[in-house]
């Protein structure tokens, strides 16, 4: 993404400044409202666009992105648009961009997932396309892009699966988050973002209007099953304003907390199936304070010996990454929607329970119960049994 201009201060004069088109200006003495008046000169500053460069069109499409797109989804595109723009030479035209440049950028990243590097060639594609449609360039050049097939989540956590995941966590914070979405199959952002006001209780569901649904085409609607509602009710009492799930801190969960709480189990889980399967751990041997008789020797030893043993805890804790399951709450959802399908519950009423607006997506997401015998053979028998059937 291109530089912007950032407020300095003068420690002669005391005072802040920013340098916009070679023009200082005076933002004052006292910092927050320094950066205050920064903003409201970068909000009227015009921005062209120069549709000939291609980092011109990434910027044009970003602020574009930046005024009609969600926080979530705001971040999503500043994510992969900067690697493009740090990856391609600030002096490309469109005209001169190619696949390849898009290919380049992916072989200088060979540890991204086949998810993560879809979800580059998706968004720096979108930015093309959005400028041909709005009629700055004549045509992408990005048309032919080949992007790699991304992994689908296609794991199912079982009953006993999701029991010792509870049994690993103690907090009743975490709990409450994790048995809400095992309940509801809801999205993980509307875990996080759910507050009192969403509440429905006599109809026991959350709603959200349109403009806080994703895709804002239609209200979201959660329906609660006994004890999300017992947890819920429980926790409007406790925070009838802002989000109602909060860590043991008071802190509303976030993407990157649960990433942490999933991380530690993903490495508990590794360290546990290392045990069982005997994979040899290396060992530090402990601090011995009476073999240094110098303090200043012992104090040195001390602070090797420490650091031999973080780093020892963070070799420990990468092989147990490779050994341990890899799980997150959209796999709570995928489960969710996987075990109505095999209870009987219609693919549209999924669907709707969902939050899709367009059902095909559940024979795109959830094909693999076409590989289930037990699943399809029960629906057979169903198929053809009907009622006071001869024998």
């Known amino acids: 993404m291109p530089h912007f201009p950032k407020p ?24 927050e409202a320094a950066y205050a008046r920064y ?14 460069m291609a980092l011109g069109v990434v910027d044009a499409f970003f602020g574009w992105v930046k005024s009609n797109k969600a926080p979530r989804t705001v971040e999503w595109y500043e994510r992969h648009l900067r690697v493009f723009a740090k990856g391609i030479p600030s002096n490309l035209l469109v005209s001169n961009l190619k696949p390849f440049h898009v290919t380049q950028i992916l072989g200088r990243h060979p540890k991204w997932s086949g998810s993560t590097k879809h979800g580059f060639c998706r968004a720096v594609q979108r930015a093309f396309r ?15 892009l080949k992007k790699p097939k991304a992994k689908r989540r296609e794991a ?18 975490i709990r409450d988050l994790l048995i809400t979405v095992w309940e509801t199959g ?22 959200f209007p349109v403009d806080e649904s994703k895709g804002e085409t239609i209200p979201r609607v959660v329906y609660l099953g006994e004890d999300a509602l017992a947890i819920t009710r429980k926790l409007m009492a406790a925070h009838p304003t802002g989000p109602l799930f909060r860590n043991e801190d008071g802190n509303a969960w976030t993407r990157w907390s649960l990433n942490c709480v999933f991380g530690r189990l993903q490495i508990a889980h590794g360290l546990r199936r290392m045990k069982e ?7 530090i041997p402990r601090f011995r304070k009476a073999a240094y008789a110098d303090p200043k020797e012992r104090v040195r030893a001390k602070k090797v010996h420490e650091r031999a043993l973080y780093e020892r805890r963070k070799e420990l804790s990468k092989m147990a990454r490779k050994y341990g399951r890899k799980i997150c709450l959209y796999n709570f959802r995928h489960t969710w929607a996987s075990n109505a399908l095999k209870r ?4 549209l009423t999924v669907a709707i329970l969902m939050g899709h607006t367009d059902p095909s997506m559940l024979a795109k997401v959830y094909a693999h119960l076409a590989h289930d015998p037990n699943f399809l053979r029960n ?13």
């Not at 959005?130 to 032919?144: C, N, Q, V, Y």
């Not at 809801?186 to 709603?207: F, G, K, N, Y």
């Not at 399967?277 to 060992?283: F, Q, R, T």
């Open 379 to 391: 629906a057979a028998n169903r198929a053809i049994r009907t009622e006071g059937a001869l024998a």
């Open 8 to 31: 300095f201060f003068k420690e002669g004069r005391g005072v802040w400044y920013v340098e916009i088109d070679r023009k200082q200006h005076n933002l004052g003495p006292d910092k």
């Open 130 to 144: 959005w400028a041909e449609d709005e009629e700055l360039i004549d045509r992408s050049p990005l048309r032919k």
């Open 277 to 283: 399967l005997g994979v040899p751990v290396p060992a």
């Open 186 to 207: 809801c999205r993980p952002q509307e875990v996080t973002a759910i507050e009192a006001r969403h509440v429905d209780l006599e109809l026991a569901r959350w709603v």
């Open 156 to 173: 199912v956590i079982s009953d006993e699966e999701f029991a010792a995941v509870l049994d690993y966590f103690k907090g009743e914070s």
């Open 344 to 347: 009987g519950v219609d693919s």
């Open 39 to 52: 903003h409201e000169l970068m909000r009227a500053k015009p921005k062209p666009v120069d549709a000939t």
